[in-house]
C-alpha cells in the first residue's frame, strides 16, 4: 500500500469520526446555532479535519468536513473552513501530543469566562479531569493567531485540558478529538455545578495533595485497561 492511499484511508476514517462527534455537542447543550466545532489531527501528517464553517450541525456530513494544512489553509473540501481553524491549527503545530480540539461557547463555563474567574477545583471531578482550577486565557480577538498563542500559553502552564478564553469561551484539548469533547462535556458541567454551589454558600476547598492524588489515579488508573 502506498504512503499516499493510507492517507486517504485515515483521512476518511477522520471525516466520519469528527462528524459524528459533533453530535455530541449538541446532545449535551454546548452549542446553539453553529457555534462550536471539533477537529482531529490526521496522525502522521501536517493536516487537520475540521468542520466546516456555518454548516448547521444536522447538516454535517462526513463529506462536508474539511480538510487543512497546520497553516489552516484548505487542502481538500468544498466549503470554508470553521472561523476557528486558524486557532486550532496553531495548537496542532505548537502542542504536537494534542490530537484533537474542541471550542464551545457552552453557557455555563463562558459565563466563568465572562468574568475572567478560574473556576476553582471544589469538586473531585474538576480534580480527576482538570488537575486543580480550569485557567483563563487572555482576551483575544479572531484574525491573527492571538487565540491559538493564548490558548497555547495557558495549556502549556497548566495540567487542564481546558482553557476559557475571557469573554469568549471554552476550548479543550486531547490525545484524541474524543477526548477534546469529553473535555469539553466535562468543563460545563463543573462549570454549572460549582456556579449553582456558589449561590447557595462557599464552595469548600479540596487540599493540594487530595487534588494530586485524584488526578494521578483517574489519569493512570480509571476505567477500562
Ligand atoms: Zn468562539
Known amino acids: 500500500m502506498t504512503v499516499v492511499s493510507d492517507v486517504k484511508a485515515t483521512v476518511l476514517e477522520l471525516r466520519r469520526e469528527v462528524c459524528a462527534l459533533h453530535e455530541q455537542l449538541t446532545r449535551y447543550q454546548l452549542v446553539v446555532w453553529t457555534a462550536g466545532n471539533v477537529s482531529a489531527r490526521v496522525p502522521g501528517h501536517d493536516l487537520l479535519v475540521i468542520k466546516p464553517s456555518g ?4 447538516e454535517l456530513t462526513p463529506d462536508n468536513m474539511v480538510v487543512c494544512d497546520l497553516d489552516g489553509r484548505v487542502v481538500e473540501g468544498e466549503h470554508a473552513p470553521s472561523s476557528d481553524t486558524e486557532a486550532q491549527a496553531y495548537v496542532y503545530r505548537e502542542l504536537p501530543h494534542v490530537g484533537g480540539v474542541v471550542h464551545t461557547h457552552s ?3 463562558t459565563a466563568w469566562a465572562a468574568r475572567g ?14 488537575g486543580g482550577d480550569i ?5 483575544a480577538i479572531i484574525g491573527d493567531d492571538s487565540i491559538g498563542r493564548g490558548i497555547v500559553e495557558t495549556i502549556r502552564g497548566s495540567r487542564s485540558p481546558a482553557v476559557l478564553m475571557q469573554n469568549h469561551g471554552v476550548f479543550t484539548v486531547g490525545p484524541t478529538a474524543k477526548a477534546a469533547v469529553k473535555a469539553a462535556v466535562m468543563c460545563e458541567d463543573v ?3 460549582v ?4 449561590q ?5 476547598p479540596i487540599a493540594q495533595d487530595q487534588i494530586d492524588s485524584l488526578h494521578a489515579r483517574y489519569q493512570n488508573v480509571y476505567g477500562q485497561r
Open 55 to 58: 454548516v448547521s450541525y444536522d
Open 107 to 109: 453557557t455555563y463555563a
Open 117 to 130: 474567574e478560574p473556576v476553582p477545583c471544589v469538586l473531585t471531578m474538576g480534580a480527576d479531569e482538570f
Open 135 to 139: 485557567p483563563v486565557g487572555p482576551f
Open 191 to 193: 462549570a454549572r455545578t
Open 195 to 198: 456556579h449553582i454551589a456558589r
Open 200 to 204: 447557595l454558600g462557599t464552595p469548600l
